[in-house]
């Protein structure tokens, strides 16, 4: 079984719903991460959390929201879409002294 | 603030040449390095990354990076290409301290031609 699950895989949304992304992964990770994936403008980090109770923006994280319901769990929710939020979302996982992030399959958000 | 710059699009190299894809960093203190790659329809995976040691750093499908202070690069490099090598390609650099938010490059596509 993968490490970091993403759900959906693919989600097909209108404009001004609000959607959820889900992550979740088996790595005993503390730290967990959002990005965004757009064509020519590499990864984007929306939110990352490093334990439970600690959340922190990153640097897009305007019209997002996340939550960290477990050690094992982080959702990230888009309250009303755009559609300029049409992008790839991928969860990751880290934990010092590695460092080097896992990351999940991604899900495919088209907003219309 | 630290950033990460390739300066490359796109590689193309063919098959059995060797292939160097770029990267540059700005960041304050020790720059902990990543390269990691992306395949069509797949996630992130890590190749290999610098924290401290030995310049040259080793990691898998037969890449390996050189850290260069002075020049502030971490160069990715594989000394003969292999059609399924061709992906995109991404640098990242961290502080290593506690907010190691890791900055990524914008993504070299990197095509092997047969």
């Known amino acids: 079984d993968a490490d970091v699950t993403q759900t959906p895989r693919n989600r097909i949304t209108k404009t001004g719903k609000r959607i959820m992304l889900e992550c979740s992964q088996t790595k005993g990770h503390d730290r967990m991460y959002w990005y965004r994936q757009d064509p020519g403008l590499g990864l984007r980090l929306i939110y990352y959390?490093?334990?439970?109770?600690?959340?922190n923006k990153g640097e897009i994280s305007d019209g997002y929201s996340v939550s960290r319901q477990a050690q094992a769990k982080f959702s990230l929710s888009l309250e009303s879409a755009i559609p300029n939020q049409t992008a790839l979302y991928f969860c990751a996982t880290s934990d010092p002294p590695q460092y080097e992030q896992y990351f999940g399959p991604g899900t495919r958000l088209t907003v219309t | 603030a630290q950033s990460v710059a390739q300066p490359e699009d796109q590689v193309n190299v063919a098959e059995g040449n060797p292939l160097t894809v770029k990267c540059t960093y700005s960041?304050?203190?020790?720059?902990?390095l990543f390269w990691y790659v992306q395949y069509p329809n797949r996630g992130l995976q890590f190749l290999l990354k610098?924290?401290?040691?030995?310049?040259l750093v080793k990691g898998s499908y037969g890449f390996e990076a050189e850290f260069n202070k002075s020049q502030t690069s971490f160069h990715l490099k594989k000394p003969s290409a292999l059609v399924s090598d061709s992906a995109l390609y991404f640098c990242?650099?961290?502080?290593?301290?506690?907010?190691?938010?890791?900055?990524f490059g914008k993504g070299t596509r990197l095509h092997i031609l047969p």
């Open positions: 960041v304050s203190g020790n720059p902990y």
């Open positions: 610098y924290i401290t040691g030995d310049n």
């Open positions: 959390s490093f334990d439970v109770k600690d959340i």
């Open positions: 990242a650099v961290s502080r290593g301290n506690r907010d190691d938010k890791i900055i």
